[in-house]
C-alpha cells in the first residue's frame, strides 16, 4: 500500500493580503507540533518517507516540525496551492456554497473547483505512481484538500467542507494499491475557536 497523508495548514496570521506569504499565528505555530506527533504516532519511517508541500507559506511551515525530525527536505508543488478566490472575506461563504453546487462555476475570473481539484488530484496521482508503497505527506490548504476528498468520494459536499473549516490543522489519510485508490480516512482534528 501507499500511504498518504495529507495535513491542512494550521492556523492563519490573514493580516497579510498576500495569501502565498501568510504565516501561521502564534497559536498555529504551536498546533503544527500535534500534527507532527500524529504523524510520528503513525510508525512512519524515514527510509520510505517523502515530504511535498503547497508553495503558500503556511502549509510549508505545518510540515516542517515533520521534516526536521526526520531531515528531509520538503519538495515544493505548485499543484498543490490553495483555490486563488478573489472575494472579500464577507462574500467568501457565498462564494464557497456558490461553487461547491457548480465546479465549473468561475467566479470573479479565478480557478474553478473543478480546476483545483485537477491540478491536485493529477499531481496526487503522480506521486503516488512516483512513490509506490512508500509514505507520502503533502502539506495543503482546506479548499484544494476537499475537492481532492470530493473526487474520490462525491458525497463530500459543501457541509462537509464547512464542517472543517476551523479545523487547522486537519489531516486525511489515503491509502493506494498501486494507482488504484482504495480508501481514505480524516484521521486528526485539531478544531480552533
Not at 462555476?105 to 491536485?120: A, I, K, P, S, Y
Not at 488530484?121 to 509506490?132: G, I, T, Y
Not at 459536499?157 to 487547522?168: A, G, H, L, T
Request: net charge negative; glycine share 4%; proline share 3%.
Amino acid at each position: 500500500m501507499t500511504k498518504v497523508y495529507f495535513v491542512r495548514h494550521a492556523q492563519t496570521d490573514y493580516r497579510n493580503p498576500i495569501d502565498k506569504e501568510r504565516l501561521l499565528t502564534k497559536q498555529g505555530m504551536q498546533d503544527r507540533y500535534k500534527a507532527r506527533d500524529y504523524l510520528l504516532s503513525t510508525g512512519i519511517i524515514k527510509e520510505t518517507l517523502h515530504l511535498y508541500s503547497s508553495t503558500f507559506q503556511r502549509a510549508i511551515d505545518t510540515v516542517q516540525p515533520i521534516a526536521d525530525v526526520f531531515g528531509l527536505p520538503i519538495q515544493l508543488c505548485e499543484e498543490f496551492r490553495e483555490w486563488s478566490i478573489l472575494a472579500s472575506e464577507e462574500a467568501y461563504f457565498d462564494a464557497c456554497r456558490h461553487v461547491w453546487k457548480d465546479f465549473t462555476f468561475r467566479l470573479n475570473g479565478c480557478e474553478t473547483l473543478e480546476e483545483v481539484q485537477q491540478r491536485n488530484v493529477n499531481k496526487l496521482l503522480e506521486l503516488v505512481k512516483l512513490h509506490q508503497e512508500e509514505t507520502v505527506v503533502i502539506g495543503s490548504h482546506g479548499t484544494a484538500l476537499s475537492t481532492v476528498i470530493h473526487y474520490f468520494d462525491p458525497d463530500f459536499q459543501y457541509e462537509d467542507f464547512m464542517r472543517i473549516i476551523d479545523c487547522k490543522p486537519w489531516i486525511v489519510y489515503f491509502e493506494f494499491n498501486c494507482d488504484t485508490f482504495v480508501t481514505y480516512k480524516e484521521v486528526f482534528h485539531n478544531y480552533i475557536s
